[in-house]
């Protein structure tokens, strides 16, 4: 089955303890994505890549940090994670930027 | 001026009404246009795609794309209550990312 894996779904944290939330798909996409959603601002990309080994930063990059070393897989990573990090997190990918997205199930994250 | 913009609602149609819902964007140079739905609590899912200007159907989707006006529309016909969602706008800015509204949401009420 086609998917897009994330993980964990679910986690409280405290401030500063850094974390890492797994990403994996199955299809083979070259395109992989980081969103953060928040009530009333919809869907705002943190970080990209359009291949292995190349990242970009979205619109709200700011205290995180993504790797791309293998074709599936696209960790975000909170180094020292803050209260303003609480958010409900999407992985999505793509055969390019300009394709369908397919999403992850999602990964709400608490800061306290 | 957001890039990508939408009524927020909530938009409140009867079933078997025709829904409509809207979005603008900024960039002129945008090429591809997403309308995704988005259950409570599940992510967001690909509805319709449209690429030329005009009307593309599906089912009962229609999106229109007027890229002179810079406007996006999708009409759902025969609204069930199934299709209470939010629904998400998204456009692809330089072919490099893609850029979401808000989000509409609509409730069809039996």
């Given amino acids: ?30 395109y992989m994505s980081w969103y953060r959603q928040d009530p009333g601002l919809g869907l705002r990309q943190i970080y990209y890549s359009m291949n292995v080994e190349v990242t970009d930063k979205g619109d709200v990059p700011e205290g995180y940090k993504v790797s791309r070393k293998e074709k599936r897989n696209f960790p975000l990573i909170l180094e020292s994670p803050s209260p303003n990090q609480t958010s409900l997190y999407f992985c999505a990918s793509s055969w390019g930027a300009a394709g369908e997205l397919f999403f992850g199930e999602g990964s ?5 | 001026q957001k890039e990508v913009e939408q009524n927020s609602g909530p938009l409140s149609v009867p079933e078997g009404a025709i829904a409509s819902l809207n979005c603008t964007y900024s960039d002129r140079g945008s090429q591809s246009f997403f309308w995704y739905r988005q259950y409570s609590g599940k992510s967001p899912e690909l509805i319709m795609f449209i690429y030329s200007n005009g009307d593309k159907e599906d089912g009962r989707f229609t999106a229109q794309l007027n890229k002179a006006s810079q406007y ?15 629904y998400l706008c998204a456009v692809n800015i330089n072919n490099n990312d893609m850029r979401f509204g808000a989000g509409t949401r609509l409730t069809v009420k039996p």
């Fill in chain 1, 1 to 30: 089955e086609a998917q897009v894996t994330q993980n964990p779904r679910y986690l409280i944290t405290v401030t500063g303890k850094k974390l890492t939330v797994t990403c994996s798909q199955n299809m083979n996409h070259e």
């Fill in chain 1, 108 to 112: 709400r994250l608490t800061v306290l």
């Fill in chain 2, 72 to 86: 996006v529309s999708l009409l759902i016909r025969d609204s069930q209550p199934s299709d209470s969602a939010t």
